[in-house]
């Protein structure tokens, strides 16, 4: 997809380790180098679980899902669920804030969730309490859904009424760039007037001792969670002011999972990513890698070899965060892109998954 001109981003919602809402996801980006400040904690009943463990975690400060959506029907939600469900709650109010949203437009919306396995506490629990004595027959049903990969995106169309596509795309830290791009292709087919696109992980004990024994993360780089969506709509009369256009989006996979391998891989990507920008005539001047802080910055490094922009670490702002990651870095080109200005993101994930992104920065941001 080198050109997507016509899609644009018209609202966002966000929730990450720095706090709710874009002006809190500014903030910490902003902070000067070395100076993370502190970040949410995990729930108390957790603590003893992340005992030991090398490096910060950093949840979603004071998250209730009861302060976003009526309690009913919230009892049994995973975090990963009740996260999704909380975003896309402030981005339906958000865009209904900035124009009249027919009802029916609601109802073709459809949605596009990257995640690297859904929530990973929920399906470590059921197996537990199967093993541990309770049976199949005994496990709680209304717990299985959280089990499911689709579970965070399906829960947000069964809330808000969403009839369109609906989908959760498994890509490793690349995710959300993927379900951009799927999302792009969905619009362009006429199977959606609308796309909710983005990323949700989940803090736990599990994803937090799972990264560290990797080893993929450096220590000092927190493991995080968080959400972040973006609606993508089709230009036209009747859209708001765009925060941000589409102008490029690139997902290719590198078979050779070296350092050298990564980077021609990342390089195609970007190349394509650029020449589209370039094409439509906007400058990049604000970049956003994705693998700082990792056993593959090495990689994007090279195959970003005398690029010249402004560079910020989202990563190191928000946590380590899984699929998530891509959601966060297309938040925060909105948060800190300046009009006109071409955004690059760029990701690679372990897997041999690499993408980069070109967001044009639009007036209304």
Not at 67 to 73: E, N
Not at 94 to 111: F, K, N, P, Q, Y
Not at 154 to 168: K, L
Request: charged share 20%; aromatic share 4%.
């Amino acid at each position: 997809m080198t050109t997507t001109e016509e899609l644009r981003i018209t609202e966002v919602s966000v929730l990450s380790a720095a706090g709710v809402g874009l002006d809190a996801l500014r903030a910490r980006l902003r902070r000067p180098a070395g100076d993370d400040g502190p970040f949410g904690t995990p729930a108390e009943a957790e603590g003893d679980q992340y005992a030991g463990l090398p490096g910060r975690v950093a949840a979603v400060p004071d998250f209730r899902i009861t302060d976003y959506v009526p309690r009913k029907g919230t009892k049994n939600l995973d975090r990963s669920t009740a996260l999704g469900l909380a975003a896309s709650t402030l981005l339906k109010r958000g865009l209904s804030g900035r124009h009249e949203v027919a009802d029916a437009s609601w109802g073709s919306t459809g949605i596009a969730m990257g995640t690297v396995v859904g929530s990973l506490s929920s399906s470590i629990q059921l197996d537990i309490d199967v093993i541990e004595g309770k049976g199949i027959d005994l496990v709680n049903p209304a717990v299985f859904p959280n089990t499911t990969m689709n579970c965070c995106a399906s829960q947000i169309a069964i809330w808000h009424s969403f009839r369109g596509p609906n989908s959760t795309v498994a890509n490793g830290s690349v995710s959300a760039l993927s379900a951009l791009r799927y999302a792009a292709r969905l619009i362009r087919c006429g199977h959606a007037e609308r796309m909710l696109v983005g990323g949700v992980e989940e803090l736990s004990p599990h994803t937090a001792w799972g990264t560290r024994l990797k080893g993929e993360v450096d220590q000092s780089v927190a493991i995080g969670e968080g959400v972040a969506l973006v609606a993508v709509e089709p230009a036209g009369p009747d859209a708001p002011s765009a925060l941000a256009e589409v102008t490029a989006c690139e997902v290719l996979f590198s078979p050779e999972r070296t350092e050298d391998g990564y980077a021609e891989a990342l390089r195609r990507a970007v190349d394509r990513a650029v020449r589209a920008a370039t094409s439509a005539g906007v400058e990049v001047r604000l970049l956003l890698p994705g693998a700082v802080g990792t056993s593959l910055s090495a990689a994007e490094e090279k195959a970003l070899v005398g690029f010249d922009a402004e560079r910020v670490d989202v990563r190191a702002a928000v946590g380590e965060c899984g699929g998530a990651l891509g959601a966060m870095q297309l938040a925060a080109a909105v948060a800190l892109g300046e009009p006109g200005d071409g955004v690059l993101i760029t990701g690679i994930d372990p897997s041999g998954a690499v993408a980069a992104a070109v967001l044009t920065i639009g007036a209304g941001s």
